[in-house]
């Protein structure tokens, strides 16, 4: 999974085409890599490492140009080496960038390395500069060029390709993974995303799966997949630059994190119906056909996923599964006693969660989408949005997304059982006045920063960790421990409380970290008792509660106090200490915060 960027317009372009990498480094930051036509020459300049190595090469190697492309690149077929960097430069004449995966690829470099083409990279994207290298030096124009070569490949891909043949034309195509082309008055630009084009331009045009479309400074034509031009819609988008600066903090997830106050009271407005009630505003007939719900989403937003189901059973008794989104369509399953699908994502680009919607489709049920970025594919490809109202979130570890999709999920299971006529209306809006509560919950739990950092400096020299809960702390204890290994790369895991019992109790040692969420309710003591088995085993227990829920827990070495909540809404405020935990932990051992090695913040490959 990559970032890809292209220009063609009045002005030189490499300073743009980096301005709207840097937005698109959520996606992955192995290397990077520029390619202009200046003079006739294609200018090509790669780095290995992070955008800035690439501008320090810039500086040294200047380009020029008024059209070009970039790229971003994440890892997948070929190690991170300047070599498998992109773009692809063949034979002088052509560059491409590509984000996806050309899934015939060992083929094509078979018949291509028979014609006597040489490859420079390990990577699948290489093929397809050789592709357009050769179908152009047979004399084919852009679209029959692009025509020649998409009959030839499979798999997912959005790409873009310049030429010096055809020094003023862009080429680009997409299917599954993303492409916007936004329209200004002296250029076009094309990136895997329209925040990256911001600062540019807010007219969007959304290629559809196997569009391919042919873009001079002045003309954008748009050809489908039976190769006859398109009509796409210019959409008005609506990102803010300002929402994407870090506004003085050191970090994005710093930022984020801070920003939740703000993100749960957007989305819990966007949760409110004409009546002031809390509510997912769906009809009632599309409430009443909801009778059996399977969740689909990955990583955070899967445990997003899995305490909605708590929540969702106990307050609608409406079956709920969860499922991890890459393992869903390719274990063919029964879906008769569901009748819809959510998927929950926060970029609305994780290609396991695209598919595994695509397929609950498929098989005939509903299609629903919790998402944070709406203009994203899997906010198009749903049947309707259920939008968690976050803004942006770029740091690479989900923080206000989460919280968001939290309350999404309690407003869905409020309005299922106010329909169903599970809930009364006197419980449903208890549970709303308690919720309005949470912003300021979340404000206050800002102090935490200071009490949590000499808890972060001790657990900074920990080799492993255990996150414990029970009910809908298990999944935030699972949550809890995501976060600590991505950000601080200390193993972490997260167990239901009672199932330490019946295995992971063997991992205890004097010291071991045991981070406990406890809340006040009544399985409390039974979360608590099983602490004490891990106090009793040497293990250094910190505990994570409102101070009622932690008072009794005297052997607990180190406290974490939450502002007071109703303990069904726990999960939402004890998320934040959990956040703030990993975030001080891996500041406190210098790891790279907002971009962990190894990860990206949207993975569109599976
Ligand atoms: C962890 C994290 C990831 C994402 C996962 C799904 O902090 O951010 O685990 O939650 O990659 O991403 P979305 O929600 O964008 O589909």
Redesign the pocket.
Known sequence: MCGIVGYVGNETCHEIIIGSLERLEYRGYDSSGIATIHNDQIQLRRAVGKLSDLKTKILDEPVSGTIGIGHIRWATHGGVTEQNAHPHLVNSEVAIVHNGIIENYAQLKKELAEKGFSFSSDTDSEVLAHLFAFVIGQGLAPVEALKAVLSKIEGAYSFAVISKSYPETLMVARNASPLAIGISDNATIIASDATAMAHLTRQVIYLKDNDYAVITPTKVDIYDVKNKPANRQVIKVNVSPILLDKAGYKHYMEKEIHEQPDAISHTISAMTDIHGRLSTNLEAASLTKIRGIVLL?????FYAAQIGRYWIERLAGIPVVCEIASEYHYRNPIASHQTTAIV???????ID?LLAIRHAKKMGLDTYGIVNVVSSTISREVDKILPTRAGPEIG???TK?FTAQLVVLMSLAISLGRQNGRLDEDKALDIHQKLLKIPGAAGKSMKLFNSVLPIANRLKNARSCLFLGRDTLFPLACEGA??LK?LSYIHAEGFASGEMKHGPIALLEEGLPVISFVSEDEIAPKAISNLKEAEARGGYIIVIGTQSAVNTIDFASDKIIIPDCEPILTPIVSAIPAQILAYLTASEKGTDIDQPRNLA???TVE
Do not use: F, R
């Open positions: 989403a990955a990583g955070t937003s929950i994502s926060q970029s609305g680009e994780s969660s690479v570890a989900s997304a995501l976060k991505e913040k949207s993975v």
